[in-house]
């Protein structure tokens, strides 16, 4: 099942593991937009193929939140990952996004 997230549903992406925002205190942030994944790789730490619910995150949305947390840090970011809980390159939106 993949689960699409919207700017509409109103979910703060600060501080949830598998999608949204991570700040670790730091000038670097991490960004997470999918949990999806093609691929099962023995290796992977987040066993990525065998989600049985999957997430997107609309790239406006993230855009947005990103935004605003590079703005309550008081523009002290140096650095951001685009990381994922799956695949990064699978979100359909990935160009906007690394844009």
Not at 48 to 62: C, E, I, P, R, S
Request: aromatic share 8%.
């Amino acid at each position: 099942m993949l689960i699409k997230v919207p700017e509409k549903y109103k979910i703060p992406l600060i501080g949830i593991m598998q999608i949204g925002i991570i700040d670790r205190g730091s000038s670097l942030i991490q960004v997470r937009y999918t949990t999806c994944c093609n691929l099962n790789c023995t290796f992977c730490s987040t066993a990525a193929g065998d989600h049985k619910v999957n997430y997107t995150v609309d790239a406006d949305y993230l855009i947005t939140w990103v935004r605003e947390v590079i703005r309550l840090k008081e523009n002290k970011i140096t650095e951001i990952n685009l990381d994922s809980m799956g695949e990064p390159t699978f979100h359909p939106e990935i160009i906007k996004i690394v844009k």
